[in-house]
């Protein structure tokens, strides 16, 4: 139907598929974080308006956790069906932590429900707080398990390969590969920031057109200076990140960071383009920073992409991926911990409109972080599937109807997407926050305070 062959067709679907799941998936991973700490505050504080707040975001959290369980089933069902030579292989090694992934969500579901349906059910709210720590554990061991399988594609081990038989399977030495620390820490701090920086990005726009009440300014307040706190996780994680790529995939970083030769005292390349000749031009240059960032010596010698077969280096076009990934995170930093000092010092004003359009825009570009990073991690392995055993080509299927799919998967992602806003906007325009305070807690007062 579209003229491509079934590897283009399969490695457009798998990616449409992941880019629409790892939006759910961010959520899912990050919000319990957030629920769990509004409502710890609310109880130490005796404050109805945090509590409120975990009452709301738990609300739509389940709504996202539907989504991204179909999401997550077609991922499951597209591995099969589009890499059966992939999975042949490899399926037998990584089944572990797929297994344990299932199990993990099974956790937290029964958890969820638990937590959900016994608000106000306890003398001691603390006992009901508890209830959110195996949410968190399943949701966070849920991610864990998946990265593993990302990791172990780009550093397989815990079996040996005779022609197409595996053998020697050492499934935990296979999960606990050696991307597996830095990938799950990378994992879970971004989605951690990515979700208090969409909540805080959704408070600020109330503020901004709503003037907002006592209650959105100190869900602003939590929601940023948690963003800041994640973020700082996040650039050291991605610190980790990139000295495990200096060491293990260093082509990957090669072509991340344009270094095209081994050298000492590597710059670091910002932006920039390159030109017929692979020079580059307008690009920053930091100088000696790759060097550093790779390991931590200024003078330390960089591997470049020349030292990779031309046809195993990754397309040069992830630079922007990696770039755009660290620029978005510095800008959540530099916005969150603006906000923090305009806190701080009295004189100034944390609510004034540039500031908070500034964390409007931390929300939806935190999550196209979130997609950058995916794109660099996933493209960056490129042509491999299984780094070193199996390229793309070669685990993909041959079937012709791989286009009809790709349609189909459109046509379901839309419906999801579309019938997953709708009702969240029914759920929360019809309820706004000011109302549900005064129903639940008559005792407090939802006061507007003006900017």
Known sequence: MFGLDSVVLSRMLTSLTLAFHIIFATIGVGVPVMVSIAEFIGIKKKDPHYTLLARRWTRGFTITVAVGVVTGTAIGLQLSLLWPSFMQIAGNVISLPLFME?????????????????????????????????VIIGSTMSAFFITTVNAFMNTPQGFELEGRTITAIKPLEAMFNPATPTKVFHVITSSYMTSAAVLAGITAVIILFRKGSLYHKKALKLTVIASLFFALLTAFAGDLSAKFLADHQPEKLAAGEWHFESEKGADLIVFGTLNENKEVEHAIRIPKALSFLAHEDFNAEVTGLDETPKDEQPPLWIHYMFDLMVSIGFYVLGISFLYFLMLKIKKFNEHNKWLLWGIVLTGPLSMLAIEFGWIFAEVGRQPW??????????????SSHVDLMFLLFIAVYAVLAGGCISVLRKMFKNNPAELELEHRYPQVAATKEDE
């Open 102 to 134: 299932t199990f993990a969500f099974f956790f937290e579901a029964i958890f969820l429900g638990a937590y959900l349906y016994t608000w106000d059910r306890f003398k001691n709210p603390i006992y009901h707080w508890l209830l959110s720590i195996p």
């Open 385 to 398: 599937i299984l780094r070193g055993y199996m390229k793309v080509a070669e685990g993909a299927t041959t």
